[in-house]
């Protein structure tokens, strides 16, 4: 792995700062040449990294930056731009825009993150929209990237697919999926199915030369593995995502309270402990980390406000895999092409 460096939104999150600590610790002992800059308050932070196990080895990979307001999740999005300019969020999405990190990671105010990614980072020549991507567990093994699922309302037909594109794209250069297959979410697999944004947003990415559209996609694709990449728009995407949610957690309550209701469930509930944790495993967001903000010049991972340090870790390492593959970079190749061709059908 080549040396990245991830700015870490130390004061964001319900566990913050201990937990996105123990989680910055974890990286820096996974990921040998990985730096990751400690962005908040320093009057908090330096106390706590010897009892939170940065030792003098692990603190030549370590740098705080000091930043002293923090945004609270009933604050609105925008206060990052006058009130709290000095907050970790934006200050984290400061060292990327500045060129000091390749990425930032954070588990704070999601609109907040979100805003400071967009406006301080600054988005890709030819993205007017970035997307939000959730990678969702499915039969297939490789999750499913399923973007866009919040970072955008209300969205046109060229936003969602432009959203697809990004998607393919983080599938190829992050997940390793050869010629990732491309869908839209519609009410029906037929082509005629759809909205008329959903029907337009289809007739794009039909004549995109690089990209392996296979159509339309149903809700149940989502997790049954037929499709790598299925686009949508963001009030719906997020919808799909808070219900996935609620079914997982559903389905892990349900399960638990029916395998202990007596001694003979409890018996076998032990024999089937195993494959059940490795299923559960699949369903728990903290082992993705975070969804990435596609779209934006450089790596943004905004994670769970309730992420513990094996979600901070794993968010980081998923900002070091997508810094990694310059992701970026080879989503503006990908939208270059897409505006040639929409300069070529006017």
């Not at 980072?121 to 997307?131: A, F, L, M, T, Y």
């Not at 991507?133 to 399923?146: E, K, Q, R």
């Not at 997982?248 to 001694?263: F, P, W, Y």
Request: with cysteine; glycine share 12%; proline share 4%.
């Amino acid at each position: 792995m080549s040396a990245q460096r991830i700015a870490l939104d130390v004061m964001g999150g319900d566990h913050a700062p201990e937990a996105t600590l123990d989680g910055a610790r974890e990286a820096l002992v996974a990921w040998p040449s990985l730096q990751v800059i400690l962005v908040g308050d320093e009057g908090r932070i330096r106390p706590l990294l010897g009892p939170h196990g940065f030792h003098a080895g692990l603190m030549d990979r370590a740098h705080v930056v000091h930043a002293p307001g923090v945004v609270g999740f009933h604050d609105e999005p925008k206060v990052i731009l006058k009130e709290k300019k000095n907050s970790s969020i934006r200050v984290a999405a400061q060292l990327v825009r500045d060129g000091h990190a390749e990425g930032m990671v954070s588990m704070g105010h999601t609109g907040a993150a979100m805003m400071a990614s967009t406006l301080v980072i600054g988005k890709v020549e030819g993205v007017d929209r970035p997307g939000l991507a959730s990678l969702m567990p499915n039969l297939g093994g490789t999750p499913c990237v399923f973007i866009e699922v919040g970072a955008n309302i209300d969205s046109r037909p060229e936003h969602i697919a432009g959203f697809a594109i990004m998607g393919a794209v983080y599938a190829e250069e992050v997940l390793g999926v050869p010629n990732p297959r491309v869908a839209i979410l519609s009410v029906g697999e037929e082509d005629s199915k759809g909205t008329e944004v959903t029907l337009e947003a289809a007739a794009i990415l039909r004549k995109h030369p690089h990209l392996n559209f296979q159509g339309n996609a149903e809700g149940r694709d989502i997790w049954n593995g037929r499709f790598d990449v299925i686009a949508c728009d963001g009030f719906v995407g997020n919808v799909v995502l808070k219900s996935s949610e609620g079914i997982a957690r559903l389905v892990k309550d349900g399960l638990k309270e029916a395998l202990t209701a007596n001694i003979w469930r409890m018996v076998g509930a032990a024999l089937v402990k195993p494959a059940l944790m490795e299923f559960f495993k699949k369903l728990d967001y903290k082992e993705y980390g975070g969804l990435p903000l596609l779209g934006i010049k450089g790596v943004s991972v905004i994670g769970h406000g309730s992420s513990d340090a094996r979600a901070v870790k794993n968010g980081i390492g998923a900002a070091i895999r997508a810094a990694e593959g310059r992701l970026h970079e080879r989503i503006q190749a990908r939208m270059a092409e897409q505006s040639t061709m929409t300069l070529e059908d006017k």
